[in-house]
């Protein structure tokens, strides 16, 4: 049922059947590092270079979450995801071997809420008996597509954030087969928003507006406020960008200093992992949500998130060219199954 | 209701209200040329750089289906679509002042399908009383992101195909308000295909096996066979990938000679135009759907047509590192309305 402006209430809300996480060796050393499915030493995923590398690691996801949700490639009907490199090539590459026909998709850091909505909307229609939603960032391939070779050393201003190297991914499907980790019961669609943030060094900054409108419209669509939710999460906004988001918050009479988390916060410590600003990459939110979030959900700590992973549309083309760095976010209503 | 292992066939076919198309000096030259909304004679679109320069040109067609349908941004729940610019940022930047929702997808080539096909399931499935689907390319935005500067005069084997510039979108709806041109009936969604061609100058004969495997489907899945179509549309096979898919449906029972017809070979004049193997790029099935497709299917002159736009997933980083060119298409199935 389309709700308000950008919203979606879902009558008969499609179910997360499982999910799975692999992080990279830096992750693994951060807080959530324990909840990972599995943290792979070798940056290099034993591949000859970095892209090969963020690839295998998606493959090696999608693989996990099918297994642990006891199913088999032939039972998933579509794989909607994306990655962050130009022409999805992470991807491309990644899932080509599964044999799932693919929905490929680009929302920079956002992409796991615009797999996870659409994926929704697929399968409350009646149109995937299952789906597999994902997302993968890795640090080296980031790094080398948007800013500096790894060889440069270049410095990092406080404002900046870390790349994560992971991949999550949630398998859906209309019923509560096995054990479900929780249900989608709404999605609140983003669109870009460009406040004329052209640091491309502070990714929160450019990302928090977009995060504030898709909280902000998913408010009003679904007529509720902060108290509805026990957490609302975003993607990779970071310490800077959490500030900025709650300013905004706060002026439009909302008080998130209590229900905020952020994935990009959590992932990593950093006192002790040089992190600055917090992770950030689609496989921050990602692997966030399938280790910690879910589970939390599962056990019924929490009941009902919001889940807004956010994305801040950048290219070294259009940043050369003098462009802004416009930002969107997608929601996500995530309730215990 | 889902149909065989990659389809759905739709039991209330969702109605393309209308569509529009804009093309570039060049596109406006060739055979289709006066069948267009409009032809821009200046490459730069008023812009000052290429990228802009697409982007304007998604901005205008896509107001221009809105009025032609006789509607609204506001109307227009959301917008599936993307071009093939690393990060999308010819769609960041071109859809952002229409302040509509944003879904952007990355399908190299085959966008067009994949945002059609996305489309009618999300305004079947309830979650949209109208959408727009589009798609563009530019030829100086993808020489520049694929191969060499212009300036540099790079020689080009026949085998190459000219990348057109143009933006096709198709507004979608439930229900056939004012005078629709079409409706969708099933999708097949395409997986990615890899033969292991590694000829970035040869994009037909990395797309033409993903072409074969979807029309291939599409007949398992609906039971059908080429009979059933007044026409089987590729999106830019050219002549040399023409070839190839004829060949792989020849040996596998199919004779698609006298019902393919391919949007690449259909948009230039090989002889007076020097475009080789034809057009290519996500405008080039998108402003033939909108300017030359869906006005036989609306007269009646065809029934009903798979579309099936194509696309390789060719990157200059994967292409560097000695990557093959995998390919992708996906099918739409299109009827009179």
Redesign the interface.
Known sequence: ??AGK?S?IFDRPPYILGGASIAGKKEGQGPLGKLFDAVEEDDMFGK??W??AESELQKRTVKLAIEKCGLANRDI??LLG?D??????AT??G??EL??????????CSTMG?AM??GA??T??????KLAALASSHFATAE??FRYPLEYGNQRPYSATWTVTGCGAVILSPRPEGDPEGKITAVT????V?LGVKDSMNMGAAMAPAAFHTIWQNFQDLRVNESWYDKIITGDLGAVGRKILLDLMRKNGHDLEKVHMDCGIEIFDPESQDTHAGGSGCGCSAVTLCSYILPKLKKREWKRVLFVPTGA??????FN?G?SV?G?AHGVVIESP
């Not at 962050?84 to 090539?89: E, K, R, S």
């Not at 044999?99 to 920079?108: K, Q, T």
């Not at 549309?313 to 259009?318: F, G």
């Open positions: 049922m389309q950008a979606v000859d270079n892209e090969e009907r579509y994306g962050l490199l130009g022409q999805l090539i491309s590459f899932v080509m044999e799932i026909p693919l929905y490929g998709l680009y929302g920079a615009e909505g659409l909307m697929l409350a229609g009646g149109f995937a008996d080398k597509q669609t983003g669109r870009i460009d549309l950048l290219s070294t083309v259009s060219e462009q416009p969107i």
